[in-house]
Structure formats: C-alpha cells, structure tokens
C-alpha cells in the first residue's frame, strides 16, 4: 500500500506560480511512477503530467507544456509539480497518483494504482 497527501494548493493570481507537493508513504518511493491529474468543477478528471520512477522521463498534456514542470526526489518521497503562469482556467483540484513498477511515464488514469485526497487550486482572473 502506498498513502500520498497532496500539499501546497491555495488561492492565486492569474500570471502567478503555485508549487504542488505530494507525500509517499508505504512501499518504496522509487519504484514507483507518478503522475498528477486534476478535475474543475463539472468536467471530468484530465492528466496534467507524469514522471517515470527515475525522474529520467516525462510527459504532459498540451495545454501544460511550457508551463508546468513536474520533478521527483525520491530521497524525500516526494513528487512535486511547479506551476507557472497560472489561467483561471487551471482552477481544478489537483491529485497526484502513483502505479507501481512502471518505468515509463503514462497518461491513462486507469493505469494508476493510488491516489491522493486531493488540493484546491483556486487563479482568480
């Protein structure tokens, strides 16, 4: 079992940056993808981005690239995801996810095997 808490969400600015984190516990941090995904009200959830276990590999949707940035540090169990020149439009809660034993990052939400709780990330216009 893997537990993740999202952490760093808040209310921000359009134009301005917000750092997610989000927190691994249980089996093995670094055996493990990651990926974030989010879900704005009354849409469905849509994949954001993903790394691969090592950090060696990512991927994005078409609507973050250029502007979101997602990292790991595996030391710490941590998976972050830095977001740039926020829209209203990316107003959403955001939820990291992990699938073990992956070594390719993916974008299907069914592939993932653990996800967070979820946090708030509110651009005023």
């Known amino acids: 079992q893997v537990q993740l808490a999202e952490s760093g969400g808040g209310l921000v600015q359009a134009g301005g940056s917000l750092r997610l984190s989000c927190a691994a516990s249980?089996?093995?941090?670094?055996?493990?993808?990651m990926g974030w995904f989010r879900q704005a009200p009354g849409r469905e959830r849509e994949f954001v981005g993903s790394i691969s276990w090592s950090g060696g590999s990512t991927r994005y949707a078409d609507f973050v690239k250029g502007r979101f940035t997602i990292s790991r540090n595996n030391a710490k169990n941590t998976v972050y995801l830095q977001m740039n020149s926020l829209k209203a439009e990316d107003t959403a809660v955001y939820y990291c996810?992990?699938?073990?034993?992956?070594?390719?990052?993916?974008?299907?939400?069914?592939?993932?095997?653990?996800w967070g709780q979820g946090t708030q990330v509110t651009v005023s216009s």
């Open positions: 249980g089996r093995t941090f670094s055996t493990y993808a």
């Open positions: 996810a992990a699938v073990f034993g992956r070594t390719n990052p993916t974008a299907r939400a069914d592939d993932f095997d653990y």
